[in-house]
């Protein structure tokens, strides 16, 4: 959907995919509108709206400590096209959603990958936000950043 919108009304229809605004979050068609403290507050606790269930929350960095921050490669799995990362396990290629059509992207021209994943981190970066990325061809970013209303995955980790 297209048009401007709000957090509520994200709430009320949890299976819209809101875009367009290419310079916000998610939820809003306002170019300056930027809620630093949507999943984590300033203490780094869960709010109301982490979208993961009691006791996990979305990943955030805690202090210095970023996470994924140990993970260094993966063993592919071209059969279910995802990764399996030591420690933390099987991790699907769920691509990313477009922040200017809503187009979903799991494969890739780029002939050095053909397929990828992307899932957010509760820490925003000015109008920005992190994200842990990987590539078949093994490549990966551990805590990158990314525009905040490209269509990206969650994995929730438990909370402390």
């Not at 306002?30 to 780094?44: F, G, H, Q, R, V």
């Not at 933390?88 to 187009?103: T, V």
């Amino acid at each position: 959907m297209t048009e401007p919108t709000n957090l509520e009304n994200a709430i009320e229809n949890p299976m819209n995919f809101y875009y367009g605004a290419s310079t916000s979050d998610w939820y809003s068609g306002k170019t300056t509108n930027y809620n630093d403290y949507l999943w984590a507050d300033a203490s780094n606790n869960k709010t109301p709206y982490d979208p993961c269930p009691y006791g996990w929350r979305v990943p955030h960095n805690q202090g210095s400590t970023i996470p994924w921050a140990e993970i260094s490669s993966g063993t592919k799995m071209e059969s279910t096209y995802g990764i399996i990362f030591s420690g933390i396990g099987y991790w699907q290629a769920a691509g990313q959603r477009s922040n200017s059509n809503g187009a979903n992207y799991v494969w890739s021209t780029n002939t050095s990958y053909s397929y990828m994943g992307f899932f957010w981190g509760a820490a925003p970066n000015g109008n920005e936000a992190r994200k842990f990325e990987f590539y078949s061809n093994g490549n990966l970013s551990a805590w990158q950043t990314g525009m905040r209303d490209l269509g990206f995955s969650i994995r929730c980790v438990k909370d402390n």
